[in-house]
């Protein structure tokens, strides 16, 4: 079975602009998540779903941020105006079970993004 | 609070060496603790986990063992490998619907011939 997909892989864009990620999560998975990663703050969790609900955005960062789920195989973050310290590795990640069940998230290749 | 603690990288080790990371952490509940590896250019790959006290965790060759008295998890590895050079997170998650994986900030492990 493929693994979780990301797209674009790697974005480059000016300030102000639109940024949409996406993904794709392993098929008859339940759950969801959504992290970025950076040099300063390390892995964060912005908002997890849970058959495509959201459970817990408490880590989305502002307004700016939002997250959606419109089906088991997709999901989007899209960054609204996008501002230079949004640069960062975004990660989704996927699992099967609640993560107290088994602790093993699988996560796609991430996305880069360069925020100019 | 629920966090994890790492020791702080880059550790750089000659291939055959022993190799020790350690982990510490603070929980509310009774955590289940887990390691991750993360390749270059890549995403996080889970590698052991241990859920409950005593516990120890294997994999390629690492173990962890789940040190309740001391709040550790440390990772240990025999022999590295030049392929094991990566970034490895300690991570914990606690039961009772509280379904998020904390993550410590990393160690980067390089590993030359």
């Known amino acids: 079975d493929a693994g979780v997909i990301q797209s674009p892989r790697h974005e480059v864009t000016e300030m102000g602009q639109e940024v949409t990620l996406r993904c794709k999560p392993i098929?008859?998975?339940?759950?969801l998540f959504w992290y970025r990663q950076t040099m300063m703050r390390g892995l964060e969790l912005l908002i997890y779903f849970n058959n495509n609900v959201p459970i817990d955005d408490s880590g989305m960062p502002e307004d700016r941020f939002s997250a959606k789920m419109p089906n088991a195989s997709f999901s989007t973050l899209k960054i609204q105006p996008s501002e230079p310290r949004d640069s960062a590795v975004y990660f989704c990640?996927?699992?099967?079970?609640?993560?107290?069940?088994?602790?093993?998230?699988?996560f796609g290749e991430g996305s880069r993004l360069t925020v100019l | 609070g629920n966090s994890v603690t790492q020791m702080e990288g880059p550790v750089t080790l000659s291939e055959e060496a022993f190799l020790t990371i350690n982990c510490t952490y603070t929980a509310t509940g009774y955590p289940s603790l887990f390691w991750y590896v993360q390749y270059p250019g890549e995403g996080l790959q889970l590698l052991l986990k241990?859920?409950?006290?005593?516990d120890k965790g294997s994999n390629k060759g690492f173990e962890a063992t789940y040190r309740k008295e001391t709040t550790s998890f440390h990772l240990e590895k025999g022999s590295v490998q030049v392929s094991d050079s990566a970034v490895y997170f300690c991570a914990l998650t606690v039961s009772g619907g509280y379904n998020k994986l904390i993550f410590g900030a990393g160690t980067r492990l390089a590993v030359h011939p």
């Open positions: 098929s008859g998975h339940d759950y």
């Open positions: 241990a859920t409950k006290a005593d």
């Open positions: 990640a996927s699992s099967l079970r609640q993560l107290a069940n088994t602790g093993e998230l699988f």
